[in-house]
Each structure stands twice: as structure tokens, then as C-alpha cells.
């Protein structure tokens, strides 16, 4: 059972998160870079199908629609399952609100349903200042974690700001000489932070890798201490979106976006997306 979205919104998904999933089996659609991309969209039910109930025309709504499948939210209608969408929240127009699915949704996936965070646990937040680590940190802090995160220098004031109890600078040292016991890490990065994260955490902690899979190495030895480790993508969730909905209207999530584009200059997106400078959401409006 089908909406049709008339998108207002779409948020880029950077091009590391893009050339995983192109380069991974999920994606049916034919060879990787057909389709039309696009996932996080935000705008306004334009019809719903035969037995929708959740939906009418003109309802304001979000989601990640088919992730990791292409849908198609470069466009001016995206056609997907009732189900992947929510209302948007209160208080957010459309460009903050499609920052916020593929992110926030990865963030709450791994913290609640993965690592089943409980209040008063030590969490540590790989690019604390990035589009899924800001969120992570919120949430986090929502659920009345101990929140460490590691950023460059520079983003310390706004990590800080998050909610973040602690901030190392990953540039001056190495994080895991300063940190320890730690229950559950978030790591947006991979490679030698996979083995270096591991060494922080506590026995029967949780290690969640959002950019790439663990290596047998490392599922061994984390298995040797009870520690649950693995790769996590991201899918689409009507529940958590609602959860996420409520976060932002109680005041305790916030989406940063770093750049707005018109969908005509997507590919300018793309490529100011893909110099590593930017560190939030890039945003594209559509008329």
C-alpha cells in the first residue's frame, strides 16, 4: 500500500555511504548507479493508495523510503510504502526535516535496537560532529548515556553543545590511551578504529561499525569477550521515525545542515559533499 510524495526536500547521502551500497548485493535495480538516487525526503502526501490509512492528501511527511533500494528522491514525486513515512516533526520546515531519516535513523537504530542502551552506560562516538554522529550524541544523551565523542579541535564547542560529556581530539591523541569501560561505541570510520574501539570496551560491551564489515579477526576476538560486534545498515522504520519525531518536538534531537542546494545543482552538492569538508547534512530543495 503506496503513497505518492510530492518531495519538497532532499537530503544527499555522502558518497562514502553511497559507494557501499552500490558496491553491496542490496541494491536490485540493475547496475549500480541506475535509477535515480535519493533517499531522506521531506514534503507532502500527494495521494494515497488503496487501503492507506495512516496518510491523506496534503499531510506533511518524512522518511527514508526503500533504503537501500533507489526510489528515486531526486525528483518531484517519490512513490513508497505508507509505512516508510511519519509526520514531520512540529517546528521543522521541510529542509531540516529531510536531513534527518537516513542519520537519525541509523543513530537510534544502533544505540536502541542494536546495543539495547540503557541510562548511566559510557558511550564513545567516532565523528561526534558528523551527519550520524551529532545525532548519535543526542540521542544518546536522551536515553541518559555518558556521552564521550572524538572531533577535531575545532568541533569541540559544538560537540560539547550536543550534550557530549567528554571530547578527545583525535588528531592530538589516541583515544584509546584516554579512554575505558566503555559499553558501547559508534564508528562511522572503520579500519584501525575498528581494533582500537574494540580495546576500550568493556567485557559484554557492543561495537557497532556503520561503513564497512568487521573482519573475522576482529569478530574473534570480540567474541572471545562477549563483546557483540558487526556491520549495521540502516533501514527503513515507521516506529523509530515516530520515536525520532518525538525526540526533536520535546526539544532533545536537533539536525545541524551545513549547505542548501536547488536540485538543479545537485551535482555541485555531490561535489562539495565529497571534498570531506563539509560535516553535517547538504540539503536540495525541490520546486
Not at 177 to 192: H, L, Q, R, T
Amino acid at each position: 500500500m503506496a503513497a505518492t510524495i510530492k518531495v519538497s526536500a532532499v537530503a544527499i547521502t555522502l558518497a562514502s555511504c553511497s559507494t557501499a551500497i552500490e558496491k553491496s548485493s542490496l541494491v536490485r535495480t540493475g547496475r549500480p548507479g541506475d535509477g535515480i538516487v535519493g533517499w531522506d525526503v521531506s514534503g507532502v502526501v500527494e495521494t494515497a493508495g488503496l487501503g492507506v490509512t495512516l496518510f491523506r492528501p496534503g499531510d506533511e511527511v518524512y522518511g527514508m523510503p526503500g533504503f537501500p533500494r533507489m526510489v528515486g528522491g531526486y525528483a518531484q514525486y517519490v512513490a513508497a510504502p505508507a509505512r516508510h513515512f511519519a509526520p514531520k516533526p512540529a517546528g521543522l520546515d521541510h529542509v531540516q526535516a529531510a536531513a534527518l531519516p537516513l542519520a537519525a535513523l541509523t543513530a537510534w537504530q544502533a544505540l536502541v535496537d542494536m546495543a539495547a542502551l540503557q541510562e548511566g552506560q559510557r558511550v564513545l562516538v567516532h565523528a561526534a560532529a558528523g551527519g550520524v554522529g551529532h545525532l548519535a550524541v543526542q540521542v544518546a544523551k536522551a536515553y541518559g548515556a555518558y556521552v564521550i565523542g572524538t572531533a577535531s579541535a575545532g568541533k569541540h564547542e559544538f560537540v560539547r553543545g550536543l550534550g557530549a560529556d567528554e571530547v578527545i581530539d583525535y588528531t592530538a591523541a589516541d583515544f584509546a590511551s584516554m579512554v575505558s569501560d566503555v559499553d558501547v561505541v559508534i564508528d562511522p570510520i572503520a579500519g584501525d578504529y575498528q581494533e582500537r574501539s574494540l580495546s576500550v570496551l568493556r567485557n559484554g560491551g557492543t561495537l557497532i561499525t556503520l561503513p564497512a564489515r568487521e573482519t573475522e579477526a576482529l569478530a574473534s576476538a570480540a567474541a572471545a569477550r562477549s563483546i557483540r560486534s558487526g556491520f549495521m545498515l540502516v533501514e527503513p522504520d515507521r516506529r523509530a521515525l515516530l520515536a525520532i519525531t518525538e525526540l526533536v518536538e520535546t526539544g532533545k534531537l536537533k539536525v545541524h545542515v551545513d549547505a542548501v542546494f536547488p536540485l538543479a545543482d545537485a551535482a555541485k552538492a555531490h561535489e562539495l559533499g565529497e571534498t570531506g569538508r563539509t560535516t553535517r547534512k547538504l540539503v536540495l530543495t525541490v520546486d
